[in-house]
């Protein structure tokens, strides 16, 4: 069974880096789907990057070009989302996603049918 744990999160001031880091377990050799999402306060969850378990596509969301890197280290099975120069759009819980038959750019479609989620972290930027 998958099981995403993220760490990581918490108070930042704004223009501040932080990364976030998703702990996997229960992949085996299938070739997943492994992303980024996050939910602010009174909004829908949305997807911010992916990147393959086995490979290097990733996926960006067009809100945070240029601002994070998705990356991921096989040996260690984590995920890490760093982001740069934060602001308060960036606070949010950030949910670690992993699914099999999806791929980045599908993971990124409003919808997406997601089969593993972590707990979840949250992510406060202050001004």
């Known amino acids: 069974q998958v099981q995403l744990v993220e760490s990581g999160g918490g108070l930042v001031q704004a223009g501040d880096s932080l990364s976030l880091s998703c702990t996997a377990s229960g992949l085996g050799l299938s070739n997943y789907v492994m992303g980024w999402f996050r939910q602010a306060p009174g909004k829908e969850r949305e997807f911010v990057a992916a990147?393959?378990?086995?490979?290097?596509?990733?996926y960006y969301a067009d809100s945070v070009k240029g601002r994070v890197t998705i990356d991921k280290n096989n040996a260690k099975n984590t995920v890490s989302l760093q982001m740069n120069s934060l602001n308060s759009d960036a606070t949010a819980v950030y949910y670690c996603?992993?699914?099999?038959?999806?791929?980045?750019?599908?993971?990124?479609?409003?919808?997406?049918?997601?089969?593993?989620w972590g707990q979840g972290t949250q992510v406060t930027v202050s001004s």
């Open positions: 990147i393959m378990w086995w490979g290097n596509s990733k």
């Open positions: 996603a992993g699914d099999r038959n999806l791929r980045p750019q599908t993971m990124s479609l409003p919808g997406a049918a997601v089969g593993y």
